[in-house]
């Protein structure tokens, strides 16, 4: 094993010995990527876990470019209609609704 390949498996074993798995990794930026968007942080927080449970990194990939001033949950839906990717509508839109209900299991109280 070279230096280089056992200091990238030290690194996946630090990563994953403080729950830092790459999925939680990819929840932090979708999570900060929609409030740059312009969502609350609470509906950022809900939408962020389930998208990243149901979305390729290239698909997490373009919502990063929905940047924009403070904006309601259906103008950013609107906006990721543009993208034109359909399973990339479908899991933002069901998640907005979700999230803004309240009735996503992912919602957090508070």
């Known amino acids: 094993m070279t230096v280089r390949a056992a200091?990238?498996?030290?690194?996946?074993?630090?990563?994953l010995?403080?729950?830092?798995?790459?999925?939680?990794?990819?929840?932090?930026?979708?999570?900060?990527?929609?409030?740059?968007?312009g969502l609350s942080q609470s509906n950022a927080a809900c939408m962020a876990e389930r998208m990243t449970d149901r979305?390729?990194?290239?698909?997490?990939r373009k919502l990063q470019a929905l940047q924009a001033p403070k904006r309601s949950l259906a103008d950013y839906v609107y906006t990721?209609?543009?993208?034109?990717?359909?399973?990339?509508?479908?899991?933002?839109?069901?998640?907005a609704l979700l999230c803004?209900?309240?009735?996503?299991?992912?919602?957090k109280p508070g």
Do not use: H, M, W
């Open 55 to 60: 979305l390729s990194l290239g698909q997490l």
């Open 80 to 95: 990721v209609r543009r993208v034109g990717d359909g399973q990339l509508i479908e899991v933002t839109a069901s998640s």
């Open 17 to 37: 010995a403080g729950g830092c798995t790459p999925a939680k990794l990819a929840e932090g930026r979708v999570r900060s990527a929609l409030v740059n968007a």
């Open 100 to 107: 803004a209900t309240g009735f996503a299991p992912e919602k």
């Open 7 to 15: 200091s990238a498996v030290f690194a996946a074993c630090l990563l």
